[in-house]
């Protein structure tokens, strides 16, 4: 399924290469433990709340009088929460020319936390993780997973449902600003859309620069040459979307993206022939298909 092969390419680039928004280190997950980590490190916040203290001492008492926790046991006693995952910005920016088809996808998962007062091993916490308990319990939270947007600037459909998440299809109808909501029960995850006006001259010019390389003075190789083999980096509007034209363009140029100061390791220096190439490369990364690998698109 295209969706679960979305997760893994997040978890892979994540793993490997600590890339692209979604999957880079960012606020996500600064605000919870990541798989496989004990919640340990949530322990002192906890303390600082004196109310919430006795409670939690209690429970620690009760907890560290009975250690050995079976994997139904510890689903049981997750907390779950709800984000856009492939969106760390609240804002996605896509585009419109009247010709090509300008797609984003807004990819909404569920996780589950064990809670502070429960010490488990790495080894017990990833027994959680990867059994078909979690993934059950999962699947019910991510049911209650909603997506609404201004129906005047994108059209809306659920594309795909997965254990733990709903990805929602935006197709764009139009130039202009609008919201969206993402919603899990009473929590709502507000996200701005932005559609910039595109021509389909300038995908044209960007697809050219995109399939040719630069000569010259400051020469480049066509993007293709990379993007699009079997290894080729993920730049479609899957993960792009969160970024404005001019943070793609100037990671593109210079190789930094100011938005999460993510700097690339080739480094990503690319130059352009023409003032048309250099216009339109970011309404052609735009008009690709989120649903596809690079080196799956046309
Ligand atoms: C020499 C191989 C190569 C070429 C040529 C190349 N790229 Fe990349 N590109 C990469 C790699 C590798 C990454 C991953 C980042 C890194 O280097 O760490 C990347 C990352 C990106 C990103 C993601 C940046 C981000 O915010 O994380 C975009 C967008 C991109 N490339 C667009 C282009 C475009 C457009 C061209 C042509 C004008 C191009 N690339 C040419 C190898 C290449």
Request: charged letters at 20%.
């Amino acid at each position: 399924m295209v969706m679960s092969q979305q997760v893994i390419r997040c978890h892979i680039l994540f793993a490997s290469i600590a890339l692209i928004g979604a999957c880079s280190q960012g606020k996500q997950t600064d605000s919870k433990p990541e798989h496989g980590e004990t919640a340990s490190a949530e322990k002192d916040s906890a303390s600082e709340t004196k109310s919430s203290d006795q409670k939690e001492a209690d429970q620690a008492k009760q907890d560290a009088s009975n250690p050995t926790y079976s994997v139904p046991e510890l689903v049981s006693k997750l907390t779950w929460t709800a984000e856009i995952a492939n969106n760390q910005n609240n804002k996605v920016f896509s585009g419109y020319d009247g010709t090509n088809s300008y797609k984003i996808l807004i990819d909404i998962a569920v996780f589950g936390d064990l809670p502070p007062t429960i010490k488990v091993t790495e080894e017990q916490a990833n027994a959680v993780y990867d059994s078909p308990e979690y993934l059950a319990a999962a699947a019910v939270e991510a049911a209650k997973i909603k997506f609404t947007a201004d129906a005047t600037l994108v059209s809306t459909k659920l594309s795909e449902e997965y254990d733990e998440g709903r990805v929602f299809e935006l197709t764009t109808l139009k130039a202009g600003s609008g919201m969206a909501k993402a919603s899990w029960g009473s929590t709502e995850i507000p996200l701005a859309i932005q559609v910039t006006a595109y021509t389909a001259a300038q995908v044209t010019a960007g697809k050219q620069r995109y399939e040719t390389a630069v000569a010259g003075a400051t020469p480049s190789a066509a993007c293709a040459t990379c993007h699009r083999s079997a290894t080729g980096i993920d730049h479609s509007p899957y993960y792009m979307a969160q970024y404005t034209d001019a943070v793609l363009l100037s990671t593109i140029e210079t190789g930094v993206n100011s938005d999460d100061n993510y700097q690339t390791k080739s480094p990503h220096k690319m130059t352009f022939a023409t003032a048309a190439a250099k216009a339109g490369i970011v309404p052609y990364l735009r008009s690709l298909d989120p649903n596809l690998l690079p080196s799956e698109q046309k």
